[in-house]
């Protein structure tokens, strides 16, 4: 069967085969056919760069000079860190489609390509401060987003807003990016490489990238090509600070660690994202499998760079000054950072068609050949529902599947205003008793719960749950730290969902706390929604006890303090898992330090000399006494303590303690940075024996240090840099000198704790067992709602009409529930919320009934603004003041 598709923009038709997929178990096989793409959309680094660094004046990372080009088919240079052509360049051919051009070099306001955009810079990184602290100037992955953007404005202008939806849903978005962002961190003097532990910063880069996708999907992206770095710590400028020119171990160990987030993030955020599929390619296992069967491939260096400067060619960039190598297809390194045009070729080759020893879970051509299934995008009615469509677009038309059901949260705000005298959730079961089985139920201890949990005692909570499949569900998401908890097509923007769940102080869409809140809302009862509640408590202590992450929370990030106390205590709980792994793994460091310094004094001779060993293990005082060094983190490159020339380490530090809003309320900020400060003196003279606090102010407050602009030269060596303490340091009786004073030298982990995980923790968890009814119902609430309104605006701000009318519908949301007496409002404003999701879901047929409206009433009379003269009494002169609005005519 022959399908043919008209591309807007080009008038060029394509003609597909049909292909079929023959499901075998789980494995299934994709017949050949000519995979193509209306557009091609670049964004990315260096790799794929095609001349948009050439438009940037403050950046260092160009290659619009010789002898880059050298092989391109003008023969000069274009902004390609490449002999040649790159990756961006091959893939596009093998998609029939031209190189899409450099955002930059547009001019003019003109009209995009419809063919496509490339927004890749060289120096580009994942976090935004990646290319400034490398290259001066780069444009950053967020901000190649927000060129985006405007590039999706006008492609809306151009083809229609069903137009541009359906030629983005269709075209590849190909992804290049990441290695910046590790040099970064290992770069000699890396300023971030002090702020993280290497673990925590690949995780940030996992959770950002997956906030940018996200917005990416919101604005129309479906077909997405991701590629995992590669093994650059055999780059040749990595390879040149090894004697012997090996790899770099350790870069290349965390560019694994990272590429293994990478494919668990997209994993979820597929499940997580209607009609999204991509393709991920393992750059770090091509690299390796090329390396080590370069002859096979026709390279005969593997090593060296072709044009550079120096030690592998790898001391300075390809510039017009160095020399290139002649025969450029037997190199795999271009220069000092880049592949050869014949290594992009061939990459891309795999990218395109490879098996799935490189590309999963499907490569570029079966990805453009998978088709949007119409039916995701038909409304999914849950088994239990029992509304029925009256033909009123208010009545079974809201798909709680994408957007949380107005019932839901009129349920919760029921429980608000119902259950404001009942002091915790257990006075609430006994309370709510109506049957024998209630009191059976409800007289559960937390200690049955916990039997329950490891099957000891009967599932009673089954037996209460067990016909609901949602509500189980739930649960088994829950009890799987790896599941993912939502299913809904957001297609939400970071900027729209930040600032909702903050003006409601609700909880992060798409986060733990709205999944819980449907949950419990969907329950018909306040006896089921206080039962399911003390479950969900048993299994957060479970996860705690296991030391597993709860789902939907940030494995390690401090409490977000614009969102509801419920979320702050749970990243609480993930934060502590976190931060006892890391001090285990401290621990064990620590104790390895000294069973190496008790085999050295074994072995030592009876002269009492000790052995020679790592400079990790000991470092020498002025005395010239040999002193053994604990809590050592890494070394502090091109730094050394000013007394005794021994190279300075950085230690591993105690945490900041996690503070909710709740705790800052009772703390004294002052006196836990006083106690911070003494902790971290104490581990810097462990880890550095022999330092004074100039030493310490050097690395901890290098704004309080001046360097003398001489140095000193002793017997022809240059002794340590000199310099000065600034005068707030040298003044008389300043606290740090106080406390340097006192600080004894003991590491981090033999220190008192600043902070006890298990306490708090502890503190939370019985918090929650404990907590009001109403108040957690008004968390839920807020935070289901933040999160719809987040969902809604993000479908519907393209179509300016409804938009406007929907930003009225939430401006009265934000204004009624950031008044104290806004619970007297709830059921209005669960109103407003049904006709929000009423126009996000169905546009057409608000427009329609909108249109029929206007025929019979004055169009400015349906909607009415709060005075622009008195914003404070918008409530009296909205109509909003008057009566709770109907769906669709507020």
């Given amino acids: 069967m022959t399908v043919t598709t008209h591309i807007n923009g080009g ?60 092989d391109f088919p003008t023969g000069k240079p274009t902004g390609r860190f490449s002999n040649g052509q790159n990756a961006a ?14 955002y930059l070099s547009l001019t003019g306001g003109a009209a995009p390509p419809i063919t496509g955009v490339s927004f890749a ?205 002649p025969n450029r297809k037997n190199h795999v390194f271009w220069d000092l950072y880049h592949p050869t045009e014949a290594v992009a070729s ?55 599947d994408i957007i949380p059901s107005a019932s839901v949260l009129k349920q919760l705000a029921i429980g608000v205003e119902t259950t404001k005298i009942i002091k915790s959730m257990k006075d609430l079961m006994i309370l709510a008793r109506d049957s024998s089985v209630v009191k059976e139920k409800s007289g559960l201890s937390l200690s049955a719960m916990k039997s329950f949990v490891v099957g000891e005692k009967e599932d009673k909570f089954a037996a209460e749950f067990g016909r609901d499949e949602k509500v189980m569900s739930f649960i088994r998401s829950l009890m799987d730290p790896e599941g993912h908890l939502s299913r809904r097509n957001t297609r ?71 969102s509801c106390l419920l979320h702050q205590q749970l990243q609480v709980i993930n ?70 020339g021994e190279p300075v380490y950085t230690p591993v530090m105690q945490e900041w ?3 909710t809003e709740d705790i800052i309320k009772e703390t004294e900020e002052f006196v836990l940075r006083c106690s911070q400060l003494l902790s971290d003196m104490q581990a810097f003279k462990a880890a550095n024996p022999g330092c004074i606090l100039e030493d310490f102010v050097r690395w901890h407050s290098p704004p309080d240090w001046t360097d003398d602009e001489s140095k000193e030269i002793t017997d022809g060596d240059i002794s340590p840099s000199r310099g000065h303490l600034s005068t707030r340091m040298q003044k008389e009786g300043n606290l740090w000198r106080e406390l340097w004073e006192t600080a004894k030298p003991i590491p981090a982990v033999r220190q008192s704790p600043l902070y006890y995980e298990d306490l708090s923790v502890e503190g939370i968890l019985h918090g929650l067992e404990n907590i009001s009814p109403s108040g957690l119902f008004e968390q839920l609430f807020l935070s289901l709602l933040s999160s719809g309104c987040a969902i809604a605006e993000a479908r519907i701000s393209s179509n300016e009409f409804l938009y406007k009318m929907f930003k009225e519908c939430k401006d009265y949301i934000v204004l009624v529930c ?22 996000a879901l169905k546009p057409d047929k608000v427009m329609r009934l909108m249109n029929a409206q206007a025929d019979q009433e004055e169009p400015n009379n349906l909607w009415k603004t709060a005075s622009s003269k008195n914003p404070t009494t918008a409530q009296s002169s909205t109509m909003f003041s008057k009566k709770p609005p109907k769906p669709i005519a507020c």
């Avoid at 489609?97 to 450099?102: E, W």
């Fill in 11 to 70: 008038g060029a038709t394509t003609t597909l085969l049909s292909c079929v997929l023959l499901f075998t178990g789980l494995k299934f096989s994709v017949c050949k056919a000519q995979a193509a793409a209306p557009a091609v959309y670049v964004l990315g680094d260096s790799l794929v760069d095609v001349g948009n660094n050439n438009h940037l004046p403050l950046s260092i990372s160009k290659a619009d000079f010789p002898h880059n080009g050298v």
């Fill in 89 to 102: 360049d091959f893939l596009a051919k093998k998609i029939g489609l031209p190189t899409s051009p450099p």
């Fill in 121 to 325: 810079s060289g120096g580009a990184g994942i976090l935004n401060e990646t290319g400034g602290l490398l290259f001066k100037q780069a444009i950053s992955l967020a901000q190649q987003l927000d060129y985006f953007t405007m590039v999706h404005d006008k492609l809306v202008h151009q083809l229609g807003t069903s137009g541009a939806q359906d030629h983005l849903s269709k075209s590849l978005f190909a992804i290049v990016i990441g290695s910046n962002d590790l040099f970064a961190y290992f770069n000699v003097g890396s300023i971030v490489s002090k702020q993280y532990a290497p673990q925590q910063y690949v995780d940030r880069m996992v959770s950002t990238f997956k906030g940018l996708l996200k917005m990416l999907y919101g604005l129309g992206a479906r077909k997405l090509m991701v590629t995992g770095v590669g093994a650059i710590g055999c780059c040749p400028v990595q390879r040149k600070a090894n004697r012997t020119g090996e790899c770099d171990a350790e870069i290349n160990y965390w560019s694994t660690k990272y590429n293994d987030g990478l494919k668990m993030m997209l994993q979820g955020l597929k499940l997580e994202s209607l009609g999204m599929n991509y393709a991920y390619f393992d750059t770090y296992g091509a690299m390796v499998n090329l390396f080590q069967n370069h002859e096979t491939y026709g390279f005969t260096e593997t090593k060296e760079a072709c044009c550079g400067l120096g030690n592998l060619n790898a001391d300075g960039p390809c510039i017009p000054l160095a020399t290139y190598c």
């Fill in 346 to 400: 061939l990459f891309s080759d795999l990218l395109y068609d490879g098996s799935q020893q490189f590309m999963v879970p499907m490569n570029v051509e079966q990805l453009l050949a998978e088709r949007l299934k119409s039916k995701d995008l038909e409304k999914k009615e849950t088994p239990n529902s029992k509304e029925k469509d009256s033909g009123s677009p208010t009545s079974g038309d809201v798909n709680s």
């Fill in 492 to 562: 939400s923007r970071l900027d729209t969902t930040t600032k909702i769940s903050k003006e409601l102080h609700g909880a992060p869409p798409e986060s733990f706390v709205p999944e819980l809140a449907e949950a419990i809302g969907s329950l018909k009862t306040l006896r089921k929604m206080a039962l399911f509640w003390s479950r969900v408590v048993v299994e957060l202590r479970r996860l705690w006890c296991e030391g597993k992450h709860i789902p939907g929370i940030p494995p390690d990030e401090i409490p977000n303090l614009n």
């Fill in 575 to 644: 934060c502590c898992i976190s931060r006892k792994k890391r001090r285990a793994i401290a621990t064990e460091s620590l104790d390895s330090v000294l069973k190496q310094a008790k085999y050295n004094a074994d072995m030592s001779p009876t002269s009492g000399d000790i052995l020679p060993a790592s400079p990790l293990v000991y470092a020498r005082i002025s005395s010239g006494e040999l002193v053994l060094r604990l809590g050592a983190d890494k070394r502090l490159e091109n730094t050394t303590l000013l007394d005794t």
């Fill in 657 to 659: 303690p996690l503070l």
């Fill in 818 to 839: 950031q008044s104290k007496k806004w619970v007297e409002k709830s059921q209005d404003i669960c109103q407003v919320y049904e006709t929000m999701a009423v126009m």
